[in-house]
């Protein structure tokens, strides 16, 4: 079975904001299209306009609806490798194809060693492991480890491809071992929390909650007259007054 470093210098890993991931699929789709030039290349497809389309996605984001009423709301929930400090699918592999880097934490798959038993993605409770069936192999999310790292691309582009390619900027990379980084900041801030947690696997990558909704009564025109007090102006200018208290907030 294959040991874990005793520390790493850095627990690199992304923050997902419950909050503002609208479900668009632009990490998806951005990932596949990466990795599948990348550290996992290839990411096959089969039939994948037929009855039965199989292929390897190592990032996925599903879909829930929560609450009922003025309550309720959509939920949309990213998912892929969350490059645990104590990963399961890394002390299971028989022949050391699964390990987890000592420098950075980053947990990879080495294709020339993987025999596709499939005992990690057993292990692994988050469902992060995909079977590639043209290669025979297990793949994962890499942290776009062959990105991070390029020093051609321009500095704002060395992320994750799936962090790059979100328009509302629910997803963040950096070093969650360091309790000064901005992923760091905003996990603190935002009361981040693990996955599963009580599994103990320690996940690197961290949720935000979903904020409140707000109060129903106060998105509604009637509560114009409640906040807009007396004025000498229009009925369009005290609309506007109102309106820009609200937007400044």
């Not at 051609?152 to 950096?174: I, K, W, Y």
Request: hydrophobic share 30%; with cysteine.
């Amino acid at each position: 079975m294959t040991s874990l470093p005793a520390t790493t210098k850095k627990k690199l890993g992304l923050v997902i904001d419950l909050d503002t991931c609208v479900g668009c699929q632009g990490c998806v789709t951005s990932c596949k299209e990466w990795n599948t030039s990348g550290y996992s290349a290839p990411l096959t497809d089969i039939d994948p306009y037929g009855q039965d389309p199989q292929g390897a996605w190592l990032n996925r984001v599903h879909g829930f609806e929560l609450g009922e009423g003025l309550e309720s709301r959509t939920v949309h929930f990213p998912r892929s490798c969350l490059h645990c400090e104590e990963p399961a699918c890394v002390t299971v592999c028989p022949t050391g194809a699964s390990y987890k880097r000592e420098e950075d934490g980053i947990v990879l798959v080495n294709p020339d060693t993987c025999i596709g038993c499939k005992l990690c993605s057993w292990a692994c409770p988050y469902g992060a492991r995909e079977y590639d069936p043209s290669h025979g192999v297990m793949k994962k999310c890499t942290l776009c480890v062959d990105r991070i790292y390029n020093e051609n691309l321009e500095p704002e582009d060395r992320q994750p491809a799936c962090v790059r390619a979100c328009p509302t900027g629910a997803r963040h990379f950096g070093d969650l071992g360091d309790p000064e980084s901005d992923v760091s900041k905003l996990v603190a801030e935002r009361e981040g929390f693990n996955l599963l947690e009580e599994f103990g696997y320690k996940p690197v990558n961290k949720y935000l909650p979903p904020r409140k909704r707000r109060d129903a009564v106060t998105s509604q025109p009637a509560a114009l007259k409640e906040t807009v007090g007396p004025s000498d102006g229009t009925k369009t200018e005290k609309f506007f007054a109102w309106a820009d208290r609200k937007l400044s907030r």
